[in-house]
């Protein structure tokens, strides 16, 4: 199994700040990696999938790097409504897993 | 416009079963893989269950294995989870999710609104 170890766990920033969020697998998945973002109370929205693309309506200000084993989630300057808790997913290899969560918050 | 509609939730005792179930609507059902995901309160997203678009293949986590059943009735655009000797582990909001391919290598997008499930004595 594939383990995601996302970084840092909790991520404290103020609005107009960037946000770097970042995402290793324990082993080599290509581009195989998927952004999502959760607010309280919510389901899961899908942000970026393979490493690098936006999904459809997601703002240009997120953005995805990385390939291999390192993989990281930009948010360029941060709005009021980007506190979330932000997970990754691989599905390079089965079964599919998700990293533990970085939480951003205020 | 794509949308998923959880149901089927609520409170169970442990070696109790439930069914849930999720409606989809706007878009070809048969041509999307389906999959269940879990959440544990404050917990994060664990992967349950797959199933492709055929319907003929299913997949399921090891914590699930031999407990739970996906299935789908494409005719009725819904997917389905029983789930049976249910565990104090198993409580979780199960999201239902369509993948992005019609295989189980995929990616979430949308997810349904979540179905609480509390396994309790």
């Known amino acids: 199994e594939i383990v995601l170890t996302q970084s840092p766990v909790t991520l404290s920033l103020s609005p107009g700040e960037r946000a770097t969020l970042s995402c290793r697998a324990s082993?080599?998945?290509?581009?195989?990696l998927a952004w999502y973002q959760q607010k309280p109370g919510q389901a899961p929205r899908l942000l970026i999938y393979d490493a690098s693309n936006r999904a459809t309506g997601i703002p240009a200000r997120f953005s995805g790097s990385g390939s291999v084993t390192d993989f990281s989630l930009i948010i360029s300057s941060l709005e009021p409504e980007d506190f979330a808790v932000y997970y990754c997913?691989?599905?390079?290899?089965?079964?599919?897993?998700f990293g533990q969560g970085t939480k951003l918050e205020i | 416009e794509v949308h998923l509609s959880e149901s089927g939730g609520g409170l169970v005792q442990p070696g109790g079963s439930l069914r849930l179930s999720c409606a989809a609507s706007g878009f070809t059902f048969t041509n999307y893989a389906m999959t269940w995901v879990r959440q544990a309160p404050g917990k994060g997203l664990e992967w349950v269950s797959a199933i492709k678009g055929s319907g003929y293949s299913t997949f399921y986590a090891d914590s699930v294995k031999g407990r739970f059943t996906i299935s789908r009735d494409n005719s009725r655009k819904t997917v389905f989870l029983l789930m049976n000797s249910l565990r104090v582990e198993d409580s979780a909001v199960y999201y239902c999710?369509?993948?992005?391919?019609?295989?189980?290598?995929?990616?979430?997008?949308?997810w349904g609104q979540g179905t609480l499930v509390t396994v309790s004595s």
């Open positions: 999710a369509k993948g992005d391919n019609s295989g189980i290598y995929n990616w979430f997008d949308p």
């Open positions: 997913q691989q599905r390079s290899d089965w079964p599919i897993t």
């Open positions: 082993q080599s998945i290509s581009s195989d």
